[in-house]
């Protein structure tokens, strides 16, 4: 079994938090004039806007946070971490195209939309049909988090067309699910992976650490010392 280390549970944590408090900080340099529940968050960064340079670093640092998530994420299946990485890319990519005062940009559109894409996708492909897969990279769960998430961006999407409607709290309840979904995925993996620690805990004190197979034909003894030196290396 594949382990996540300490530095992707960091990542994956500060996240949302992130996301939420540059929001946050961004809609109150923006001053009252700034409407969150009809207006998008790319208002916030727009040229020209007060709180433009936070959301900004704000993006910036977010999709590094997405991107030493999928390279940590080794359970999971290399195209969902992938997909994980290039959503980070293009969050950071929202970032450096900035709507302009008034009106609309085509670039920052096209990067929203593949970001928005990539980050509803990467659950079910990063997916694991094995039966002993983390709950989080089960293919039922995953492909269920991918049809919300899609429910999600359609929902942004209608109401960022519709006249008065509520396209700021559409957004942030998408961009915020897809911002936690990882420290769900990891979170569940380092549960897995401590439970399999102390089952493998639980054999050795009943039939000693000098086993060398389980009844599956597995090297029990091996996995355990491959687990502990896998912690002794991502643990500090």
Do not use: K, N
């Amino acid at each position: 079994m594949m382990f996540v280390p300490w530095w992707a549970v960091l990542s994956s944590a500060c996240a949302p938090f992130l996301l939420v408090g540059g929001w946050s900080i961004a809609a109150e340099l923006h001053g009252p004039g700034y409407d969150p529940v009809t207006e998008t968050i790319s208002v916030m960064a727009a040229y020209g806007a007060s709180g433009r340079w936070v959301l900004t670093g704000v993006l910036f640092v977010l999709g590094l946070c997405h991107l030493v998530t999928a390279w940590g994420l080794r359970p999971a299946a290399l195209a969902g971490r992938a997909a994980l990485a290039c959503g980070g890319v293009a969050v950071i990519g929202m970032g450096l195209s900035p709507v302009p005062e008034s009106g609309g940009s085509e670039v920052h559109g096209w990067v929203a939309a593949v970001g928005f894409a990539l980050m509803a996708l990467w659950p079910v492909l990063a997916s694991d049909r094995d039966g002993a897969a983390p709950w989080g990279l089960r293919p039922a769960l995953s492909l269920a988090v991918c049809l919300l998430m899609g429910l999600g961006a359609a929902w942004f999407l209608i109401e960022l067309h519709r006249q008065g409607g509520a396209a700021g709290v559409a957004e942030r309840v998408l961009t915020t699910a897809q911002t936690a979904w990882p420290f769900v995925v990891v979170a569940s993996c380092r549960g897995r992976a401590a439970l399999r620690t102390d089952e493998l805990d639980e054999r050795d004190g009943r039939g000693g650490r000098g086993g060398t197979g389980g009844p599956d034909g597995t090297d029990e003894a091996g996995e355990r010392d491959a687990m502990d030196d896998t912690y002794r290396t991502d643990w500090p």
